[in-house]
C-alpha cells in the first residue's frame, strides 16, 4: 500500500560527504513525521535525525553539525545531506515515516529497505 525507497548510499572517503533521498509513494495524505535511522554492525540501530510537520528538526548528538535533514512535501520525499562523514557513520541507514492515509485516520509507521553507506579510504 505504501512503500519507502530510500537511495544515494555508496561508499565515500573520511571528510566527504553523501546525500540521501528516501521516496513515500502509494496511499498518502500526509506524513507528519519523517525520520532516519541507521545501524551499524553489531551495533544497535540508532535515531539521526527526525524531521516533523512545521519543519522542527531533531538530531543524535553525534550529528549534530554534519549532518541535515530536510524533506519535499510535495514529492514525499526527505533528504538527509551527510557532511564530513567519518569511519564510525558506516552503517545501514533507513528511513520511516508516519503515514496518514485519510481524514480521520491514525498515522501508521512504515520503512524503507535501507541503503549501505561505508566510510573508508
Known amino acids: 500500500q505504501v512503500q519507502l525507497v530510500e537511495s544515494g548510499g555508496g561508499l565515500v572517503q573520511p571528510g566527504g560527504s553523501l546525500r540521501l533521498s528516501c521516496v513515500a509513494s502509494g496511499a498518502i495524505l500526509t506524513i507528519p513525521v519523517m525520520k532516519w535511522y541507521r545501524q551499524a554492525p553489531g551495533k544497535e540501530r540508532e535515531l539521526v535525525a527526525v524531521s516533523a510537520s512545521g519543519r522542527a528538526t531533531t538530531y543524535a548528538d553525534s550529528v549534530k553539525g554534519r549532518f541535515t535533514i530536510s524533506r519535499d512535501d510535495a514529492k514525499n520525499t526527505v533528504y538527509l545531506q551527510m557532511n564530513s562523514l567519518n569511519p564510525e557513520d558506516t552503517a545501514d541507514y533507513y528511513c520511516?515515516?508516519?503515514?496518514?492515509?485519510?481524514?480521520?485516520?491514525?498515522?501508521?509507521?512504515?520503512w524503507g529497505q535501507g541503503t549501505q553507506v561505508t566510510v573508508s579510504s
Open positions: 520511516a515515516a508516519d503515514i496518514v492515509h485519510c481524514r480521520g485516520c491514525v498515522p501508521y509507521d512504515y
